[in-house]
Structure formats: C-alpha cells, structure tokens
Nanobody
C-alpha cells in the first residue's frame, strides 16, 4: 500500500504562490495517475488537477484553477507537485494528493483515487 505525504502548505496573501509536494513511498508510483483534490469544512472534496501515469503527458484541471495551477511529477523522486500561482481567498482549503486506483488509467473523479495523503492546509488571506 503506497503512503503519500503532502507538504508545502501555509499562509499566503492573495496573488501569491505556493508549491505543494506529495512524496510517495511503499508502493508503485510511475504507472499510476496522480491527483490533487481540496476540501473546505462542510463541503465535499473537489477535484483540482490530475496528471497521467508515466511521463505525465496529460493533465486536467478544474475550471477554477485553470491557468493558475500547474501539476507535475518526478518519477525518479516518486513525487507529484502542484504549483499554485495567483492564489485567491477561495483557494483556501486542505489540499490532498491521491493515487489513482487503476493501473495506467487517468480520470478525475475522487472515487477513482485511493491511498490519500493526510492533507496540507492552504490559507489565502485577502
């Protein structure tokens, strides 16, 4: 069972940037899509971004972050990143990374992801 550990969250002013990291260990990484999701209290977890397995040539983004966030992966380090620019107060949430449950398959639904990390808090002040 792969373990995922997120880092890089924090407090930032609107318009600022943060880079989240998610390090995987204890299980296969290269041939699984990886995703970032976020959740605020009282709301369902929502999709942010996904990157395909292998070289990560396919990325999908939620409309709310398109053009501001970039997902990437480094298979040699078994790590996936989320570069977040032009942050807005509405980006405030706990951010989670997760590994897709299916080998060499890429989708965006949270139901298709397992092995969730513990989450990292991102707070954007206005």
């Amino acid at each position: 069972q792969v373990q995922l550990v997120e880092s890089g969250g924090g407090l930032v002013q609107a318009g600022g940037s943060l880079r989240l990291s998610c390090a995987a260990s204890g299980g296969p990484f290269n041939n699984y899509a990886m995703g970032w999701f976020r959740q605020v209290p009282g709301k369902e977890r929502e999709f942010v971004a996904v990157i395909s397995w292998g070289t990560g040539g396919v990325m999908h983004y939620a409309d709310s972050v398109k053009g501001r966030f970039t997902i990437s992966r480094d298979n040699a380090k078994a790590t996936v990143y989320l570069q977040m620019n032009s942050l807005k107060p509405e980006d405030t949430a706990v951010y989670y990374c997760a590994r897709h449950i299916r080998y060499k398959f890429t989708t965006t639904s949270s139901r298709d992801f397992g092995s969730w990390g513990q989450g990292t808090q991102v707070t954007v002040s206005s």
